[in-house]
């Protein structure tokens, strides 16, 4: 089975840019879509965006369209999420998780997942 690690967390001011990066360990990634999501203390997981297998199609939450970019290298089996002009709101852990399903966006579409890693911004 596929195994998600991400990386590339941490503080960052508003404003400020992060690139995450989820990683494969295990299978390979090129059949499965890919999808981040987040979540804040207190709240539901919530979808950020996802990424298809060939050919590459994306989804993004209406939150994050213009700030966000998902994408995928399948040579080193890892997805990018480069966040941009975040927003103290963006704050909470991120998690990238693997599904079978062609583009899906429900986190119970999902089989696999990271451990998460945490985004924090400050105001």
């Known amino acids: 089975q596929v195994q998600p690690v991400e990386s590339g967390g941490g503080l960052v001011q508003t404003g400020g840019s992060l690139r995450l990066s989820c990683a494969a360990s295990?299978?390979?990634?090129?059949?499965?879509?890919i999808g981040w999501f987040r979540q804040a203390p207190g709240k539901e997981r919530e979808v950020v965006a996802v990424i298809s297998w060939s050919p590459d199609k994306t989804y993004y939450t209406d939150f994050v369209k213009g700030r966000f970019t998902i994408s995928r290298d399948n040579a080193k089996n890892t997805v990018y999420l480069q966040m941009s002009s975040l927003k103290p709101e963006d704050t909470a852990v991120y998690y990238c998780a693997a599904s079978a399903v062609y583009l899906k966006t429900r986190p119970q579409d999902y089989n696999y997942w990271g451990q998460g890693t945490q985004v924090t911004v400050s105001s």
């Open positions: 295990g299978r390979t990634f090129s059949n499965y879509a």
